[in-house]
């Protein structure tokens, strides 16, 4: 289906079907989640061999299973017999996975290791070889982050993810102690389509003063330090708006202490930054250690990835059908912090972000009504527009991408549609465009 | 039969246990949050833990720093929940969704410290949301009650979700 009509980046207008369409819905899980390189799991949350955890490339069941020999593969969670689901826990420790249908077995490294009655009632003339399970075609890690790509062909994962690893680099590589996600899955079903969420975070600071009026109010009634993000009091040069990085994005304020602010007590965190900003200074250099390391930021792995250093949750959305998805989300933690450190982001993540989240509890029903008014008849004709601040961006020394001031901008969400549109109207990688807008030679940094 | 395997609570106390619970859900139902707190102990803790789904025989270990929440209140933080509620910007909560809590299988044990009771139930909340829907969570609940000079108070609730997969955008309702 040709999408040239469907997003003009140059106004920031998209048709309302692109939320709605079944048709396009297909065409999306062909070319972005069937093409694009998607989160699976973080290294920390398969640490052994055996250690398995099941998730979802596109509507994909997949499970990411840690091999004796230290390195992780995937596969999808399905019997090459009959097609069953063979592991039906979230996750966990196996020696193999065994399908309830007939009782084929499949080793952690996806081979069939047993099938019941093989000699019986197949003669021996069943080849266990090519029976496997069917591997996610690509497999890499990327600073404990583990991706999967179901294309044949892609961009390296380095590539992909392009630019964007400044940005990545200030949460995953500023202490050498490396990140965990910690806690268990939460997981709420949103009957929203699975764009809204993104741009949500990827860009809106807009919706920050008014949808969470509520928890603003009473969250910062208990006289909590720091960022004030209300409508009113917003400082527009407070942040910046990055994108232009292959469709990823980034939303930062640039204090270097913001992302706690929202912490009923901030100080053993503020005290963490500025004992440990030096070396993250050394690591990463001024402008990172000074200014972001430490400072709210909403970062976006296009499509279905976000999470925010400061908040500290991490989040993949899976689509489940035009209008339906499930969200995931964890606490992150940098393993050098300490354990009560840890805890805290742990409790204050689920306070704030969780099921019961005070501000994440804001924004579920406005996404799917959003959604709802995309399917009518007379409103799947219509538009909805991210035009704000158009023709506002441009370079600004010591960061790459094309940049917004600001955290109240629609900057970011116009990439993002812009990514949307490319990758929908490629038929292959080859038909994707690269760019990596204003790149800057990292500044000089110290290994570890 | 009792777990404890010791004396039973008396007719007395069961019967008032039970109708706190009942008078707790109206509370709630009506949105009386002020009167609700009302109900709790000054140091209550109020949990809910996120659920996980695992094979029976699974032997990895629990998660390292800890399993999350969907509650770990304390009164302050039920207040805080309760500020955002009645801020006026919750706009999820107008029109009011309607919410009809449905509590059961009551059965109340003696504790350990004389003034204080073990109370197991099941609540059941019916949502009717503005879109129309109907969204009915389940949870088992264990608390601990201590008598008061105005009654039994609640001194603790561990809440025991019965969804791995929320269903629904939120809960701005409590169990």
Same mark, same amino acid.
């Given at each position: 289906m040709d999408v040239s009509g469907l997003v003009d980046t140059a106004t920031g207008r998209q048709s309302r079907? @692109? /939320?709605?369409?079944e048709e396009l819905y297909r065409q999306e899980l062909e070319r972005i989640f069937g093409r694009c390189w998607l989160f699976l799991v973080h290294t920390s949350q398969i640490p052994e061999a055996g250690d398995y955890f099941r998730t979802f490339m596109g509507e994909d069941d997949v499970i990411v299973i840690r091999q004796k020999d230290g390195t992780i593969k995937a596969f999808l969670?399905?019997?090459? $017999?009959? !097609?069953?689901? @063979?592991c039906r826990s979230d996750r966990g420790n196996a020696k193999a996975f065994t399908c309830n /249908? $007939? !009782?084929w077995s499949f080793a952690p490294d996806g081979s069939l290791s047993a099938v019941p009655l093989e000699k019986e009632a197949y003669f021996g003339e069943l080849d266990r070889s090519r029976l496997g399970l069917v591997p996610v075609a690509h497999v890499a890690e990327y600073k404990g982050l583990v991706f999967g790509c179901f294309d044949a062909d892609p961009p390296s994962l380095e590539d992909y993810l392009g630019d964007a690893k400044f940005f990545l680099d200030v949460w995953l590589?500023?202490?050498?102690g490396g990140t965990s996600l910690v806690g268990e899955t939460q997981k709420m079903v949103l009957a929203s389509n699975w764009k809204l969420p993104v741009e949500n975070v990827c860009g809106d600071g807009y919706h920050l003063g008014w949808a969470h009026a509520g928890a603003m109010r009473a969250v910062q009634s208990l006289d909590l330090a720091g960022l004030s993000v209300g409508n009113s009091s917003t400082d527009l040069d407070g942040g910046l708006s990055v994108a232009g990085l292959n469709g990823h994005m980034a939303l930062t304020s640039l204090d270097g202490v913001s992302g706690y602010a929202f912490y009923p007590k901030p100080k053993p965190m503020l005290d963490y930054l500025e004992f440990n900003r030096p070396q993250v200074i050394e690591r990463l250099g001024k402008v990172r250690g000074e200014q972001l390391w430490g400072s709210q930021i909403n970062i976006t792995i296009f499509p279905n990835l976000q999470f925010l250093p400061g908040l500290n949750w991490f989040r993949v959305y899976h689509p489940k059908g035009p209008g339906q998805i499930e969200q995931w989300t964890w606490a992150m933690v940098e393993n050098d912090m300490p354990a009560e450190i840890q805890a805290a982001i742990l409790d204050n993540q689920c306070l704030t972000f969780g099921l019961a989240g005070l501000f994440d509890n804001d924004d579920g029903d406005n996404l799917a009504a959003c959604t709802e008014q995309s399917r009518g008849w007379r409103t799947a004709q219509m538009d909805v527009f991210t035009n704000m601040a158009l023709n506002r961006s441009g370079p600004r020394e010591g960061f790459p991408g094309d940049i917004a001031a600001g955290l109240v901008s629609e900057h970011n969400q116009r990439y993002f549609y812009r990514r949307w549109q490319e990758h929908m109207q490629a038929d292959n990688w080859a038909g994707v465009p690269t760019y990596n807008i204003n790149s800057v030679v990292a500044e000089e940094t110290i290994d570890a | 039969m009792l777990e404890s395997g010791v004396a039973p609570m008396s007719t007395e106390s069961v019967t008032g246990l039970t109708q706190r619970l009942y008078h707790e859900a109206r509370l709630l139902d009506a949105e009386r949050f002020e009167d609700w707190l009302e109900c709790m102990c000054n140091d209550v803790t109020y949990r809910m833990e996120l659920k996980r789904r695992r094979f029976r025989a699974d032997r990895s270990p629990p998660a390292a720093v800890g399993v999350g929440v969907v509650f770990n209140e304390n009164l302050a933080r039920l207040k805080l929940r309760i500020d955002r509620l009645r801020s006026g910007f919750v706009w999820a909560e107008d029109p009011p969704n309607f919410v009809r809590r449905v509590v059961s299988n009551v059965e109340v044990e003696r504790a350990d410290a004389e003034n204080e009771a073990i109370v197991h139930s099941v609540i059941v909340i019916h949502r009717n949301r503005i879109d129309g829907l109907t969204r009915v969570l389940t949870a088992g609940r264990s608390d601990r009650w201590r008598m008061h000079a105005d009654g039994w108070k609640l001194a603790a609730r561990e809440i025991a979700l019965d969804h791995a997969v929320l269903p629904d955008s939120n809960i701005n309702v409590f169990f």
């Open positions: 079907a @692109i /939320y709605s369409s969670n399905s019997c090459t $017999h009959r !097609g069953n689901r @063979i /249908y $007939h !009782g590589d500023a202490m050498p | -």
